[in-house]
């Protein structure tokens, strides 16, 4: 089992200040402890979930090239970049670019968006449910032609792009790896199967079932079910001192005991540092194990 973390909130005591300087502990701490994912959430806004909308919250790009230039090794990604947030050729530009300037480690996080609030708030278009995934999709395939050879046009229904250009290329052969985001079992596991290196599911107690259905979209698509890497996001709380230590362990247990192979998730305190250093000791090694 494969570790990754996230950073969701920035809302730490010493505040804005100091905030560049202690994201920059967080990622050596975490690139040298072992953590395989080094993650941001691709949101404007705070999220309920997670604290008031009011709370600091940094831009997820800008913020994945500053994490690139304080570490060495994790894979660099959002999890999970909203589609409609960026148009499809500028987003495959920006995945090339941290690719090119990270060395090689970028991914392409990516769902169909969800957070209305922070869309409205500052003027980004959020059109139906429906018409998001049709844009995904659109964007699934314009970065792969953009990552490929391919500067033929694209006319798609929601995007046309007469040469989709994108020099320089991505070091990451065949292209980034994709992670798709969600569980929705009609529309985004199949695209999963369809496009995606990685599915990213919440826990819940459908967790099986909905492996058995990314497996079914696969047989339809044509797909190895086992050349997708099935990764779940988990909150890790390592406790005071290590005290729950044995705890996350066993949740890792479960997941993997499902097919999973990479958890992915905020650190509680993580602006202490102890945490991380407890996962890379304590956590990291055992779970590899698993």
């Known amino acids: 089992m494969r570790i990754g973390l996230q950073i969701p909130d920035f809302t730490w005591p010493n505040g804005p200040a100091a905030m560049g300087g202690e994201l920059a502990t967080i990622a050596r701490t975490a690139d040298d402890a072992g953590f395989e994912l080094l993650a941001v959430m691709d949101h404007f806004f705070q ?68 957070h209305e609030e922070e869309a409205r708030g500052l003027g980004v278009p959020f059109p139906p449910l429906a018409e998001r995934f049709e844009r995904l999709e659109e964007t699934l395939q314009i970065c792969l032609r953009m990552w490929s050879d391919d500067e033929t046009p694209f006319q798609g229904k929601h995007y046309q792009l007469e040469r989709p250009l994108n020099v320089p290329a991505p070091l990451t052969a065949p292209h980034p790896p994709i992670m798709i985001g969600g569980g929705g079992e009609r529309k985004t596991l199949r695209l999963v199967a369809k496009y995606a290196d990685a599915c990213n599911l919440f826990p819940s107690p459908e967790l099986a079932h909905k492996l058995d259905v990314l497996r079914e979209h696969c047989a339809r698509e044509g797909r190895d079910y086992d050349t997708i890497e099935k990764t779940v996001y988990y909150p890790f709380d390592v406790g005071e001192n290590g ?48």
């Open 243 to 290: 005290s729950e230590v044995g705890k996350v362990l066993d949740a890792l247990g479960r997941f993997a005991e499902l097919g999973f192979t990479t958890a992915v998730g905020s650190v509680a305190d993580v602006w202490r540092i102890t945490p991380l250093e407890i996962m890379g000791e304590r956590v990291i090694p055992e779970a590899a194990q698993l």
């Open 47 to 114: 999220i309920g979930v997670v604290g008031p909308t009011e709370h600091d919250m940094l831009e997820a790009y800008t913020t994945l090239g500053f994490l690139a230039a304080h570490t060495n090794r994790a894979k660099l990604l959002t999890v999970i970049t909203g589609v409609v947030y960026r148009h499809p050729g500028i987003l495959a530009k920006i995945i090339s670019t941290l690719d090119v300037l990270s060395g090689g480690r970028a991914m392409l996080g990516i769902g169909a968006a969800w």
